[in-house]
């Protein structure tokens, strides 16, 4: 089995660095999850999984200086591969090099969560969602986000990815979340997959250098992180199949 999920936004600041690592450590009591840090521009998973020390980097990888291998790391039950932040590192980087190192990855693993870029503005921030079999749009509950996130949607089906659900974070007023998710059953083809609430205890996960579900499992957004990874419905997609189609992906010259 594999299946590979692009998590994506029409904007920053949504949390879906935390989203996609909470939602990959509630896969991973069922699956092999691989969480890459797809996002080569704005890269900050590895603050989040404490990894900020380490010294090859998905920048290695698509620079042609280090095979994947080297840029993976078990923490927390999970596979992550973390991308750097030095600029050189990104310019260095060739996006379209992912390709293959996701087809690589996805023939050792169930599922891959592929961290995207906040903005459709590039061919790098595009390719997560372009190679991924769904993607998981995660939004706060306002009327532009919906906006965004529907610009993520109309993308991923342009080329032929599917909408896995929904994913509201930070959300302050369950009164609006109510009308906000009611507008969703009318322009989204995925559903609302859980609505999680504004916490300290996210803010406090990150600057601890740890995944919300590991710094503090028992609060209320973990519990609806783990009530959102229930409602994926997993396919089995069969690895050398999912991993031909990836080698074989159309890159966009531009999104």
């Given at each position: 089995m594999v299946e590979a999920f692009a998590v994506a936004s029409g904007k920053g600041g949504t949390g879906k660095t935390t989203s996609t690592l909470a939602l990959g450590m509630a896969l991973a009591e069922e699956y092999d999850v691989t969480v890459v840090?797809?996002?080569?521009?704005?890269?900050?998973?590895?603050?989040?999984?404490?990894?900020a020390d380490v010294e090859t980097t998905l920048h290695d990888v698509l620079a042609a200086d280090a095979p994947v291998e080297a840029a993976t790391y078990e923490r927390f039950g999970m596979t992550v591969v973390p991308c750097g932040t030095s600029l050189d590192d990104f310019r260095d980087a060739?996006?379209?090099?992912?390709?293959?190192?996701?087809?690589?990855?996805?023939?050792?693993?169930?599922i891959l969560l592929l961290d995207s870029a906040a903005a459709l503005d590039s061919r790098s921030a595009?390719?997560?969602?372009?190679?991924?079999?769904?993607?998981?749009?995660v939004l706060q509950p306002t009327i532009p986000a919906l906006s965004d996130a529907l610009k993520v949607q109309e993308y991923a089906?342009?080329?032929?990815?599917?909408?896995?659900?929904?994913?509201?974070?930070?959300?302050?007023?369950?009164?609006?979340?109510?009308?906000?998710?009611?507008?969703?059953?009318?322009?989204?083809?995925?559903?609302t997959l859980a609505t999680v609430p504004a916490s300290e205890a996210a803010r406090e996960a990150r600057r601890a250098g740890r995944p919300l579900l590991a710094h503090a499992p028992s609060s209320p957004p973990a519990t609806s992180?783990?009530?959102?990874?229930?409602?994926?419905?997993?396919?089995?997609?069969?690895?050398?199949?999912v991993a031909d189609r990836f080698r074989s992906a159309v890159i966009p010259d531009s999104p």
């Open positions: 840090d797809a996002d080569t521009g704005m890269a900050n998973m590895l603050f989040h999984a404490g990894l060739d996006p379209t090099r992912l390709r293959a190192v996701v087809a690589d990855l996805a023939a050792e693993t169930d595009v390719l997560p969602i372009v190679l991924a079999d769904r993607v998981i749009v089906t342009s080329y032929g990815t599917d909408v896995a659900g929904l994913l509201f974070n930070k959300v302050h007023d369950d009164d609006a979340i109510d009308e906000i998710a009611a507008k969703t059953e009318q322009y989204f083809d995925g559903p992180f783990r009530r959102a990874a229930t409602r994926i419905d997993v396919r089995d997609r069969g690895s050398e199949a």
